[in-house]
């Protein structure tokens, strides 16, 4: 019993770290340099997909199983990711605040769409199954496997929080936060707007890419399902909730959301009657809902968010 | 025979059928402190936005220190020796003090991406340096107390001089002044006034848009009057006042 329960907290908190990651990406984007990204789960899913058909063996009805190496598919993820990224920083340059978050959503809408569809790269809706896992030697003793992807996990998160970190505090960071601030004032003092924007979204973009990648192998299946606006819905709800800005509160917010979110659920399951359940699936993002109004009243910005502007 | 800074030739822009300047030149000689002034709708601003390069001219030419920068985009203006202030000032309100400075140095070796990582040590001395210019700027300024705090917390005219010690920091040969005038209780356009011509001792020359003739004529060895997007009279201050078609632009019409 003991056992189970510590292979679920670690399963539990791989999973949490992986969106730790993904919310880490967005913080770059939005926190720092202010550009709403509401297309998370787009650039997510192109890291997943990427990483999939770059480690998978030989499938006849499928482009791709190039039987790559795990480490280097989840380079190729981020790789890929970032391109994708950067591109779209390229192509909505001229837009801000709701405009691009109009257009980034659309992104992500093309990217599930195209999983979906594309059978022949991605498998459409059967999505791509038998995506090498890191410890498949030890799959049958479960504690010591979660533990083992948790290991792994918190290695890659631990990497990209410290990189980051030094990213954030770097001349770097700092010209991101400027231009969060005012672009005009930054294009004054010799910045370049377009390249600073682009580099966000490809930095970004890679995180959120290497997070699809590393969760596909932690589950060892996709589908398109995986990568509906619900988990940009989730990824924002976790960054408002630790404080926008902060990676730590990119990391601890997004423990807190999945961990509601996963209480929520089992929660409906044990109350409500067979027969209502997938309804009362919906409850989950009510109590999402109701936990960020309630932070946004109690503390807006957040748990590690730097203090409100004075009104 | 002194050299020129700055240097506009035959400049025009066209907003649509207006013609907002329309053949402008001008030469901005190294050291001195230029007025450029003119009434209302007399294109100050438009010429000034476009040799900030915030604008691009129809036709004509600018360059700066004996370069051509006509086309060349805003940003690359502060490396090549020219920095501005705003009319209403822009400081990035929740970064602090220090590093509304500290942004401002041009070349940054941290401020490529990879370079944190590969080149830590370096972005670190050069990090050291900006530190020890930036507060001694804001020491200049007054503003060194506030050094850790958000730019938010400034009065009006303290963003005032946290922009002009901002750009400083990129040790510009020519500063173009936007009305620096504009919303000053006269107790600070004094600290304003010494301010520039403590920095203009050092070498540094500065083009002053301005509406407020008194301080032009305080700060101001020549002045530049526009009127009508056009040169109108160029002199020092009192030929400028005693000109006739100087008051006739600015009282209107008939006064002359």
């Known amino acids: ?311 | 025979m002194t050299s020129a800074v700055l240097e506009a030739q035959a400049l025009s822009k066209n907003f649509g059928g207006v013609a907002a300047v329309k053949g402008m030149s001008l030469t901005v000689k190294a050291g001195e402190i230029l007025g450029l002034i003119g009434p209302n709708g007399a294109g100050k601003t438009t010429m000034f936005d476009l040799l900030a390069g915030s604008v691009q001219p129809t036709s004509g030419s600018i360059r700066l220190m004996g370069q051509p920068v006509t086309h060349q985009p805003a940003h690359r203006r502060l490396a090549g020796g020219m920095g501005r202030t705003f009319q209403i000032p822009r400081p990035f309100p929740a970064l602090s003090l220090l590093e509304n400075m500290m942004i401002a140095r041009q070349h940054q070796t941290g401020e490529r991406l990879w370079a944190n990582f590969l080149l830590p040590g370096r972005v670190l001395g050069e990090e050291r340096q900006a530190r020890d210019k930036a507060l001694a700027l804001l020491d200049l300024v007054a503003l060194r107390r506030l050094a850790n705090e958000p730019a938010r917390v400034l009065s009006g005219g303290q963003r005032k001089l946290l922009e002009l010690a901002r750009v400083l920091m990129a040790d510009p040969k020519v500063i173009l002044l936007d009305e620096p005038a504009a919303g000053v209780n006269p107790a600070l356009l004094e600290v304003l006034i010494a301010q520039i011509q403590e920095i203009n001792a050092t070498g540094v020359t500065f083009l002053l848009i301005e509406h407020n003739l008194d301080m032009v004529s305080r700060l101001c060895n020549r002045i530049i009057v526009m009127a009508q997007g056009a040169l109108l009279f160029e002199g020092r201050p009192d030929e400028v006042s005693r000109e006739p078609r100087v008051v006739e632009a600015y009282l209107g019409g008939s006064a002359a």
């Open chain 1, 1 to 311: 019993m003991m056992i189970d329960i510590l292979g679920y907290g670690a399963f539990f908190l791989s999973t949490a770290l992986i969106f730790a990651l993904i919310t880490l990406g967005l913080n770059l984007q939005w926190g720092l340099t202010g550009l709403f990204n509401v297309g998370i789960a787009g650039f997510v899913a192109i890291g997943a997909y990427a990483s999939a058909i770059l480690t998978t063996p030989d499938a006849a009805d499928r482009i791709g199983g190039f039987g790559w190496p795990i480490a280097l598919g989840w380079v190729g993820a981020a790789t890929i990711a970032a391109a994708a990224a950067a591109f779209t920083g390229y192509a909505t340059l001229r837009l801000k605040a709701d405009y691009l978050a109009i257009t980034t959503f659309g992104v992500a809408v093309v990217v599930q769409l195209v999983a979906l569809n594309a059978q022949g790269l991605t498998g459409g809706p059967f999505g791509v199954a038998f995506i090498p896992r890191p410890f498949a030697a030890v799959q049958d003793q479960p504690v010591l496997f979660n533990f083992a992807n948790l290991a792994v996990v918190a290695g890659v998160t631990l990497a990209v929080f410290l990189a980051l970190e030094r990213l954030s505090n770097s001349p770097w960071g700092r010209v991101l936060r400027a231009l969060r601030e005012d672009e005009r004032a930054a294009l004054a003092l010799g910045k370049s707007a377009r390249s600073y924007r682009i580099q966000a979204f490809a930095v970004g973009g890679a995180v959120m890419g290497l997070a699809g990648a590393v969760q596909a192998h932690f589950i060892g299946f996709i589908a398109p399902d995986n990568y509906l606006p619900t988990l940009t819905f989730q990824v924002w709800s976790m960054l408002m909730v630790g404080g926008s800005g902060s990676n730590r509160g990119a990391v601890f917010g997004a423990i807190v959301v999945w961990a509601i979110w996963v209480g929520s659920g089992s929660l409906t399951a044990a109350i409500v009657p067979g027969d209502l359940q997938a309804r009362a699936a919906s409850l989950q993002i009510v109590a999402i809902g109701t936990m960020l109004c309630m932070i946004l009243l109690w503390r807006p910005q957040g748990f590690f968010g730097p203090r409100p502007r004075r009104p």
